[in-house]
């Protein structure tokens, strides 16, 4: 594996009346997560890139962490820092967090 945590956020965007990701919330996650990542020294062996939909709009803004495939819904900017310290580095899954 390349990385050893690679991180996903939606940034998938939908017409109304869907709740979605969206392009500016899901690219404003990515842009936290990768400033944080590489403010932490965790680059290049993680990893956070946007990516097309998850299939859980009802629950976004949605980020997916591998390799353990978990999956966070409506995730806020206050909610980066915790999943980096938490998941990424400790290992520990945000579990208020986590889409069942």
């Known amino acids: 594996m390349k990385y050893k945590k690679h991180v ?3 940034t998938n965007q939908k017409d ?3 709740k979605c990701c969206g392009d500016e919330r899901g690219n404003a996650l990515v842009d936290a997560f ?3 990542m590489k403010e932490k020294g ?3 062996a993680m990893r956070a890139q946007k990516t ?3 299939d859980v709009c009802a629950f976004g803004p ?3 962490v591998y390799p353990e495939g978990i ?3 409506n995730v806020q900017l206050s909610d980066v820092e915790e999943i980096i310290e938490s ?3 400790n290992d520990q899954p945000v579990e208020r967090l986590v889409i069942a």
């Open 52 to 54: 097309g939909c998850l």
């Open 8 to 10: 996903f956020v939606c």
């Open 16 to 18: 109304a009346p869907k």
């Open 62 to 64: 949605a980020v997916m």
């Open 87 to 89: 998941h990424l580095i």
């Open 71 to 73: 999956m966070y819904g």
């Open 42 to 44: 965790l680059l290049p």
């Open 34 to 36: 990768k400033n944080s």
